[in-house]
């Protein structure tokens, strides 16, 4: 890791970042991580791929019931079922989840 004190010339900047982008190693453990998360999406169905999806959007049950033309509850049901599917204790670990691969 390098600093770069100031004054500094944009050239400096520039590839100060560059070297980091160039330099960063994946975090410990990430690949894996996203790998197990992406073969969990694999065996979701389209349905629950399309709630995911529409969850990560910020839409409610009921915005995700009218747009898919489905009653509440099934969107419910298909929220619990990726709970499950994906060990996930709250909505926004569903979105990290999705947001991640």
Do not use: W
């Amino acid at each position: 890791m390098s600093i770069c004190k100031k004054p500094f010339s944009s050239a400096e900047l520039y590839k100060s970042i560059h070297t980091a982008i160039r330099d960063k190693q994946p975090v410990s453990g990430s690949v894996q991580h996203e790998e197990k998360h992406n073969e969990k999406l694999d065996k979701l169905t389209a349905r629950e791929k399309q709630v995911l999806e529409l969850l990560a959007l910020g839409y409610t049950n009921r915005m995700i019931s009218n747009e898919l033309s489905i009653v509440t509850s099934t969107v419910e049901f298909h929220r619990a079922n990726l709970s499950s599917k994906f060990g996930a204790r709250s909505l926004a670990d569903l979105i990290a989840i999705q947001r991640s691969v």
